[in-house]
C-alpha cells in the first residue's frame, strides 16, 4: 500500500486547508482498516487529527474535531481533510496514514504553511 498527499503548500489564515491522500495497493473499504490523517509542526510531536474508516464513519481528535472534516471519494480511492479557521499555528507537515494495528504505512507527508 501507497500513500501520497496533495495540495496547496500555502493557506493564509483564516481560510480552510484542503488536503486529498491518494491511495494505491489497496482499498480505502477495506473492513478493518481505517485511513487517517496525522500532522507534526516544527520541532513538536506528530498529532492526530482524524480518520475515516471503511463504512465512511469518520472520528476526531476532540480539540479539533468543530473544525475538522474528513470525508472520501471510493471511486478514485481517495480521502481528504478539511481544517477550517487555520492559524499560523497550523503550520506542519501533514501525512496520511493507513491504520491497522498501529499507523502503518504513512505518506511522504506534504508541508502546509498558515502565513499571509
Known amino acids: 500500500v501507497q500513500l501520497q498527499e496533495s495540495g496547496p503548500g500555502l493557506v493564509k489564515p483564516s481560510e480552510t486547508l484542503s488536503l486529498t491522500c491518494t491511495v494505491s495497493?489497496?482499498?480505502?473499504?477495506?473492513?478493518?482498516?481505517?485511513w487517517g490523517w496525522i500532522r507534526q509542526p516544527p520541532g513538536k510531536e506528530p498529532e492526530w487529527m482524524g480518520a475515516i474508516d471503511a463504512s465512511g464513519t469518520t472520528y476526531y481528535n476532540p480539540s479539533l474535531k468543530s473544525r475538522t472534516s474528513i470525508s472520501r471519494d471510493t471511486s478514485k480511492n481517495q480521502f481528504t481533510l478539511q481544517l477550517s479557521s487555520v492559524a499560523p499555528r497550523g503550520t506542519a507537515v501533514y501525512y496520511c496514514?493507513?491504520?491497522?494495528?498501529?499507523?502503518?504505512?504513512w505518506g511522504q507527508g506534504t508541508q502546509v504553511t498558515v502565513s499571509s
Open positions: 495497493g489497496g482499498s480505502i473499504t477495506t473492513n478493518s482498516v481505517v
Open positions: 496514514a493507513r491504520g491497522s494495528q498501529g499507523w502503518s504505512p
